[in-house]
């Protein structure tokens, strides 16, 4: 079994598009992330989500907007999708949100927008 | 905030030879994950990082955390195909709920 899933895992659409991105962990983790992978590779966080309360928000445009229905599932919405949001993301968990502890990755969305 | 240099940016090296990648920090560190993510794949964890001085062995990898806990590095050892990948540090740097990771050092390895 995976340990965390994310689907769809392409994703190729136009601009100005919604879209939206699961995940789901089967860990017991109560922590969840997203990532956002640029083409150069860099690995940025985006959100953080503690037992479904909302941690971090790194500054992250509001056209995306996370949810977190239980503390097992992480969603990510995309409104209004631009050139510039093109990348892979990535959804994470660890066991609490604590410095020290292991991330585990999901195998990533490449959003592609066109 | 926190930031996490990492360097070089690239090494192609030839099967057989040592590669390192560097991890740097003007603050010091909390503690250094390191990530291992394949051509195609997701960051897979390798190992943690938290004491002073601390060397951490995975058979031809080498891990070291810094006297002054604000670098670290990767060594590996007479490289082979199957460590091809971009390896990130990665540091909560005092922040829960955050790792920030470095940029990443791309390994291509030349059979």
């Known amino acids: 079994d995976t340990a965390v899933s994310q689907t769809p895992k392409y994703l190729v659409t136009q601009m100005g598009n919604d879209k939206s991105i699961k995940c789901e962990q089967n860990?017991?983790?109560?922590?969840m992330y997203w990532y956002k992978q640029d083409s150069k590779k860099f690995l940025k966080i985006m959100f953080s989500y503690n037992n479904k309360e909302l941690i971090i928000n790194e500054t992250v445009p509001n056209r995306f907007s996370p949810k977190s229905p239980d503390k097992a599932h992480l969603n990510l919405h995309i409104n209004s999708l631009e050139l510039g949001d093109s990348a892979v993301y990535f959804c994470?968990?660890?066991?609490?949100?604590?410095?020290?502890?292991?991330?585990?990755f999901g195998p990533g969305t490449r959003l592609t927008v066109l | 905030g926190q930031q996490v240099m990492q360097i070089p940016q690239y090494q192609h090296v030839q099967e057989g030879e040592d590669f390192t990648t560097y991890c740097n920090s003007s603050?010091?560190?909390?503690?250094i994950q390191w990530y291992k993510q394949r051509p195609g794949g997701h960051p897979v964890f390798l190992i943690q990082l938290v004491k002073s001085g601390e060397v951490k062995k995975q058979k031809r990898l080498t891990f070291q955390f810094g006297e002054a806990k604000k670098n670290s590095s990767l060594h590996i050892t007479a490289t082979q195909t199957t460590d091809v990948g971009t390896y990130f540090c990665?540091?909560?740097?005092?922040?829960?709920?955050?790792?920030?990771f470095g940029k990443g050092t791309l390994l291509t390895v030349n059979p």
């Open positions: 860990l017991g983790h109560d922590t």
């Open positions: 994470a968990s660890s066991q609490g949100g604590g410095v020290t502890d292991t991330q585990y």
């Open positions: 603050t010091t560190l909390s503690n």
């Open positions: 990665g540091s909560g740097g005092g922040s829960n709920y955050k790792l920030t």
